[in-house]
């Protein structure tokens, strides 16, 4: 199953993720930096199974991500 994986401590909070795509991502209150929903934490980096369809509409996203802390496996 494909993933999309982001390493969040290196985050900017830029919200271009969130402005993408809203039902996968959203800004924490707390720090800024956007928060991948749904995701397990693995050493700092969040990894969350998805489905074909969702994984290449996220290709995009990743694309647009200025510091490219989102990735696609």
């Not at 995009?60 to 696609?72: D, G, L, Y």
Request: include cysteine; proline fraction near 4%; glycine fraction near 4%.
């Amino acid at each position: 199953m494909p993933k999309i994986i982001q390493y969040r401590d290196k985050c900017i909070g830029c919200g271009i993720c969130f402005e993408m795509q809203p039902e996968l991502w959203r800004m924490s209150r707390k720090d800024g930096k956007a928060v991948l929903l749904r995701a397990e934490e693995k050493k700092h980096t969040f990894v969350l199974q998805v489905s074909n369809q969702v994984f290449e509409e996220t290709k995009t996203v990743s694309e647009a991500c200025p510091v490219r802390i989102i990735k696609m496996s």
